[in-house]
């Protein structure tokens, strides 16, 4: 049960980021990041790419999250002017089609040319025993790794007055403005911010799985039921319902089974939704 | 009246000339014959999306409900192949008409309906993987119900969805003219008004969401009949949902024909590019941000309207909102 | 005249293509106070909101310093000194009233000077410095709402009816608040409907009536004048 339980934690972590790269997004423009997922394939295909033509592990990672981070602004500066143009629900809506018409470009991209490449980060040496359980190496640098990227995020959110700044174009963008903040300067850093996020999420995946081309649209999906489940717009809330669903599909997984499990992950979404429309800890 | 009808009847004549180009060829009756089934998808997208604003991003969902659910009624329990589809065609339509509903009685906005279903799509996707005992699963399914009639020639099976698009055509200007479509109409012009005319906006909505969805059901479930053979691509996100909205949006979205214009135009371009078959995601992802950023009415009509008035591309673009049914005159 | 901070001229501006707001043209000099009084839906909010680039004017021109600022944005035109409080006060409810404080000296860090002199005109403020915005009440609110502007270390600084939603006592405070600002020798235009306040507060005023200016003049010449007695005075 231990053991279900911290691998549950593990793949929350990973949730979690993989929510709040897309709950940032949306909070600060209404854009529904479709192409979240691949984003994040895209920069493990660029890693293991890397990989394969001689370059070390580290640098080759560092590359991939870059670049997803540069597509993430290279996105905002481009395709989504026309968005943010938009307001209320036609933006959203606008912004969600669009997205999606991205990812479906990065996915056919990736399976056109890499169908078979995979990802996949193995560390050496012997389990190391946490609260009685052998866990992987790979599996605690992961969650290493996703701890400190939520750690650093949030600091950076709350006590820096960049931080401070994206927190008031999520909370009033108006006011933002009167303040001297510019929001379109703001969205573009911290689209790239969240592009950077997701090719993370990608590397920690990499390290407890093999990521292969074809699992953008899962990433977008678990991610997108994360961010929702939190409350679109809200950083602690994405946190707090990646670890839950995490956990959640685990243990459910080892128990019950795994396609069932999944369906009672998604029911447990649309539940909350439904009941929480604005998620577990929605602002606004 | 007439008028109202004379472009269906239009279409569907223009439509059943087609077989005679192909008709020495059974793989290119195969795809116009998917074609069909496309633009009956679209019809029944574009009155759930285009005439009453709920993003339904299940449409594959709902007409894999139909397709699963008359295979295995009529080969697991013998049910007759007609029935199975009727009883199929139901199940899809309540499925669609609840999910209408919690989207209305919680009154989800567009991306919250969008998301809501999408779950849906991916709960469907896994059952239909996970109960490989009754559909399949990976192996796809094998239907015997429907192999030795009418759905297993060549020319036959044409005509056959050609019906059913023009009935679903014939559906869609009934409710286009009826007061739900005027309740529609006045809502886009002026939500307020339309609730303080006591508009029963929300009943409509569900009504669209269940007939609609019947419609996926009932075609999904024809089309498994014909194929003989169904698989998770058949009715899975990326091979329904994506092409269907990527063909309303070329047709223009909430326009009497334009599901058939998409679905023409999308199944040539496929046939065209029959050789990049890889490609097609990347195309399809490519065509549909251009559209959805630089066409938001629909392609057709607004070329369509830029040569007629000579006006320019944006100011047509800016009057999207307003107009709903350009094709209909 | 060298000394006009801010100079609007024939500025046109409105909503959807049409104009609230006709021709209105006034200025201010650097430490002068100048108030902007008209009933509701005379095209206050909307002329400040056009001043400050909140809304694109259709017409005219709008001058800070001698620097043009039609076209220009809204965070550029609040980091050139010319700082808008508008009646909506737009805070951030979910941080506290130091964050808010803090964000209105953006992009710099405040220094304890600023945060200290912004605490001494409202004591109030450095009671409730934890309290998240959104919780304060009404009064507090605009206090937040002019501190934070103030943390901008604003050249002028515009209020859009700084009463809305006070009572009379609490409106009073805030105006007694102004009268500090402006021994300090701040340079302020506020728009109000609360015409006493606003001409106690003020050197000189505009009278606005349906997007035009009627009439213009010292705070005393319009406190005088027949059609404002009757019009807003209750005289």
């Not at chain 1, 709950?23 to 984003?39: D, E, F, P, R, S």
Request: charged residues 15%.
């Amino acid at each position: 049960m231990t053991a279900v339980a911290l691998d549950g934690i593990v793949l929350g972590l990973q949730f979690g980021i993989l929510g709040v790269g897309l709950t940032l997004v949306y909070g600060l423009g209404g854009i529904v990041n479709l192409a979240h997922g691949q984003m994040a394939v895209l920069a493990a295909i660029v890693t293991a790419r890397l990989i394969d033509s001689g370059s070390p592990a580290v640098v080759a990672a560092f590359v991939g999250v870059v670049a997803v981070s540069v597509l993430g602004v290279v996105l905002d500066l481009t395709l989504m002017r026309p968005v943010y143009r938009q307001q209320g629900e036609h933006r959203v809506l606008l912004g969600l089609l669009l997205m999606l018409g991205v990812g479906f470009v990065i996915d056919g991209l990736l399976e056109w040319r890499y169908p078979i490449e995979a990802l996949s980060l193995r560390f050496q040496g012997d389990p190391i025993p946490v609260l009685g359980v052998a866990m992987r190496r790979g599996s605690l640098v992961a969650s290493a790794i996703s701890v400190a990227a939520g750690g650093v995020l949030v600091m950076l959110l709350r006590w820096t007055t960049f931080g401070r700044a994206t927190r008031s174009v999520i909370q009033d963008e108006t006011g933002a403005r009167l303040c001297g903040i510019n929001p379109a300067a703001v969205r573009t850093v911290v689209f790239g911010v969240s592009g950077a996020l997701a090719g993370l999420v990608a590397i920690t995946v990499a390290m407890t799985r093999p990521v292969v081309s074809t699992d953008g649209v899962n990433l977008t999906t678990f991610g997108l039921i994360v961010a929702v489940v939190g409350g679109l717009g809200s950083v602690p809330g994405a946190f707090l319902a990646g670890i839950i669903l995490g956990v959640v599909n685990t243990i459910s997984a080892f128990y019950i089974g795994s396609y069932v499990s999944t369906i009672l992950l998604l029911l447990a979404a649309a539940t909350t939704l439904l009941l929480r429309p604005r998620g577990l800890l929605g602002i606004g | 009246m007439i008028r109202a009808y004379a472009p269906i009847a239009i279409a569907t004549a223009v439509l059943a000339c087609v077989p005679a180009l192909f008709a020495g060829s059974p793989s290119m009756m195969t795809v116009v014959t998917a074609g069909l089934v496309f633009a009956a998808y679209a019809i029944a997208f574009n009155l759930i999306f285009g005439s009453t604003g709920q993003l339904f991003l299940c449409t594959g969902a709902l007409a894999g409900i139909g397709g699963f659910g008359s295979a295995i009624l009529s080969d697991r329990l013998g049910v007759p192949m007609v029935l199975s589809i009727g009883i199929a065609g139901a199940a899809a339509s309540v499925v669609g008409g609840a999910l209408s509903w919690v989207a209305v009685s919680r009154s989800l906005g567009t991306i919250f309906t969008g998301i809501v279903t999408l779950t849906f799509s991916l709960a469907f996707q896994n059952f239909v993987l996970g109960r490989g005992d009754l559909t399949g699963g990976e192996n796809g399914l094998r239907i015997s119900a429907g192999s030795d009639g009418v759905l297993d020639h060549q020319v036959a099976p044409y005509y056959v969805f050609l019906a059913l698009v023009a009935v679903y055509l014939v559906l869609f200007r009934r409710i286009q003219r009826s007061r739900m479509g005027w309740a529609f109409r006045a809502l886009r012009d002026d939500e307020v008004a339309a609730k303080l005319a006591g508009v029963a906006v929300a009943r409509y909505r569900i009504y669209a969401g269940a007939i609609g969805s019947a419609m996926l059901g009932v075609a999904g479930a024809v089309f498994a009949h014909h194929r003989s053979f169904i698989g998770t691509t058949t009715y899975g996100f990326a091979n329904v949902d994506i092409r269907v909205l990527v063909m309303v949006a070329f047709g223009g979205i909430g326009s009497l024909l334009g599901p058939i214009l998409g679905a023409t135009a999308f199944t040539a371009l496929d046939e065209v590019l029959v050789d990049y078959a890889q490609l097609r995601e990347v195309l399809y992802g490519v065509v549909s941000v251009v559209l959805f950023l630089g066409f938001r009415r629909g392609a057709a009509p607004t070329i369509v309207d830029s040569w007629n008035r000579r006006s320019s591309r944006w100011s047509v673009a800016k009057r999207a909102d307003s107009a709903p049914e350009a094709d209909s005159r | 005249m060298t000394d006009e901070l801010l100079i609007v001229d024939s500025l046109s501006a409105g909503y959807l293509g049409e104009d609230v707001v006709h021709d209105v043209s006034l200025t201010v000099a650097a430490g002068e106070v100048v108030a902007v009084i008209g009933s509701n839906g005379s095209g206050k909010s909307t002329m400040l909101q056009s001043v400050c680039g909140l809304l694109a004017p259709s017409g005219g021109s709008v001058r800070f310093d001698g620097v043009e600022l039609a076209g220009v944005k809204a965070h550029r035109i609040a980091r050139s000194g010319l700082v808008y409080v508008p009646a909506e006060r737009h805070l951030f409810p979910h941080m506290s009233v130091r964050e808010n404080l803090f964000l209105g000296a953006y992009p710099t860090r405040p220094s304890a000077d600023q945060l200290g002199m912004v605490y001494r005109v409202f004591p109030r403020l450095e009671e409730r410095t934890g309290q998240l915005a959104g919780t304060l009440s009404g009064g507090e609110q605009q206090m937040l709402a002019v501190g934070r502007a103030l943390m901008a270390g604003p050249r002028l600084l515009i209020l859009d009816e700084p009463s809305t939603g006070l009572s009379p006592i609490l409106a009073s405070e805030a105006y007694a608040a102004l009268v500090e600002l402006r021994r300090d020798g701040l340079t302020v235009l506020v728009a109000e409907q609360q015409v006493p306040l606003a001409l106690d507060l003020a050197d000189r005023g505009y009278v606005l009536d349906r997007g035009r200016i009627e009439l213009t003049g010292t705070s005393s010449q319009l406190a005088a004048d027949e059609g404002v007695q009757r019009a807003y005075l209750g005289v």
